[in-house]
């Protein structure tokens, strides 16, 4: 499984962005799928997390719900996550993540796969 992340950059406060986190290979659509957020000298943190095949409530964070919004293109195998009213804190470096065992947790030890990561500056 391969994820590529695209879609950051640097922006003014209040400024939007749109993620784009492209998934190839073995899924089998009854995984889970998370943004998760590094800023430097702070721990990754889950931003916003739901599963694939639908059905369930998305997780957002506290610092970000309202603002950002997670969702997929099932037939493209991408993920999406739309970033508005940015913040100086929303800088970080945003990575998508695949878990496929049964536990969808909000840590990334529960992630089997990872993209790169994408740049997000706000200032």
């Avoid at 749109?18 to 800023?39: E, K, M, P």
């Avoid at 508005?84 to 992630?111: F, I, Q, R």
Wanted: proline content about 2%.
């Amino acid at each position: 499984v391969q994820l590529v992340e695209s879609g950051g950059g640097s922006v003014q406060a209040g400024g939007s962005l749109i993620l784009s986190c492209t998934v190839s290979g073995g899924t089998n659509g009854n995984d889970c799928v998370a943004w998760f957020r590094q800023a430097p000298g702070k721990e990754r943190e889950a931003v916003a997390r739901f599963f694939r095949r639908g059905g369930d409530k998305t997780y957002y964070s506290d610092s970000v719900r309202g603002r950002f919004t997670a969702s997929q293109d099932f037939v493209e195998n991408t993920i999406y996550l739309q970033m508005s009213n940015l913040k100086p804190e929303d800088s970080a470096m945003y990575y998508c993540a695949v878990a496929t065992g049964v536990v969808c947790g909000l840590e990334s030890h529960w992630y089997d796969y990872w993209g790169r990561g994408t740049q997000v500056t706000v200032s």
